[in-house]
Each structure stands twice: as C-alpha cells, then as structure tokens.
C-alpha cells in the first residue's frame, strides 16, 4: 500500500523555524513527484512547494520563495520541508502527496496519494 506520513508540525512564535517530514513507503520514490500541500479552514487547498527526487527539479509558491526549502532523501524516501521566519499566515494543515510521474507539477488534482495532515500554527 502506498503510505506517506507527514510529521513534524508543532505551535511556533512568528519568525520561527519548524521541519517537516514525509516518510514514503509502498511505491518507487524516485518514479515520483513529492509535494507539500496546506489548508486553512474553509478554504481550498494550496501548493507550497514541490520536488521530484529524481532530478532534485523543485517549485515554490511566490509567498515562500526564501523562506522554505524542500528537499529530499531517496536513501530513506522522505522528503522534508524546512521553513523558516514563518508567519501567522501560514498557519495550515500541512500534507504531503504523490505525482505518479517525474515532473514536477504544482496543481493538487495532479496528486494521486495524499498523507494526513499536520498542524502547523504560528503565534503572532
């Protein structure tokens, strides 16, 4: 079965730094684009950054660039996601997904396995 976990989330006061992971398993990690999703209540769902570990190919939302970095350990299939000066607006439910394919694509109908979520939340 495919399974991605996504851990590390956590209450951070504006400016912190925070890590997340996504643990992998059930499918050939590098035959994948990994991507890093977040949801606020009542709203949709929305990109933050992308990897494909085949290539180290990645994509970042605008609202990001500079801040967050996405990467990953094929040794280990996981992939984080390191962010820093974080903003209230970025409180969100954080997911993690998977992209039957090599390309990095940033829309989320694209993602065909979905992790549970973790709570990010950044204290003003």
């Known amino acids: 079965d495919v399974q991605l976990q996504a851990s590390g989330g956590g209450l951070v006061q504006a400016g912190g730094s925070l890590r997340l992971s996504c643990a992998t398993s059930?499918?050939?990690?590098?035959?994948?684009?990994i991507g890093w999703f977040r949801q606020v209540p009542g709203e949709g769902r929305e990109g933050v950054c992308n990897i494909s570990p085949r290539d180290g190919n990645t994509y970042y939302r605008d609202s990001v660039k500079g801040r967050f970095t996405i990467s990953s350990d094929n040794a280990k299939n996981t992939v984080y996601l390191q962010m820093h000066s974080l903003k209230p607006d970025d409180t969100a439910v954080y997911y993690c997904?998977?992209?039957?394919?090599?390309?990095?694509?940033?829309?989320?109908?694209?993602?065909?396995?979905w992790g549970q979520g973790t709570q990010v939340t950044v204290s003003s």
């Open positions: 997904a998977a992209d039957r394919t090599t390309v990095v694509r940033t829309y989320t109908r694209a993602y065909d396995y």
């Open positions: 059930g499918f050939t990690f590098d035959d994948y684009a």
